[in-house]
């Protein structure tokens, strides 16, 4: 089993910054690809920004240029550093990472429980 663990959502005014972790325990032999996903109210869970092992980072159009995503391989841990945050961004945040738990199997997904960001002043 792999267990993925959000933490540092909360309540930003507009303008303001937050920073996401999310860190991966369990039965890991390899991590792929890592990132994080945006579900707003009463809206479908969208890719906000995706890294690869290389350190290859992608990001939704609305998010280039204030959101930095990382990730810390050796400790199996993904960041998502916000800043400049809008109304529009807020949603619940989940975070993702494609697992293959030991050499003899592939790669899957797992997902965080996820995190609620509310930017609002």
């Known amino acids: 089993q792999v267990q993925l663990v959000e933490s540092g959502g909360g309540l930003v005014q507009p303008g303001g910054s937050l920073g996401l972790s999310c860190a991966a325990s369990g039965s890991i032999f390899s991590i792929n690809a890592m990132g994080w996903y945006r579900q707003a109210p009463g809206k479908q869970r969208d890719l906000v920004a995706a890294?690869?092992?290389?350190?290859?980072?992608v990001y939704t159009d609305s998010v280039k240029g204030r959101f930095t995503i990382s990730r810390d391989n050796a400790k199996n841990m993904v960041y998502l550093q916000m800043n400049s945050l809008q109304p529009e961004d807020t949603g619940v945040y989940y975070c993702y990472l494609q697992v293959a738990p030991d050499r003899n199997r592939s790669y899957s997904t797992r997902w965080g429980q996820g995190t609620q960001v509310t930017v609002s002043s």
């Open positions: 890294i690869t092992i290389g350190g290859s980072a």
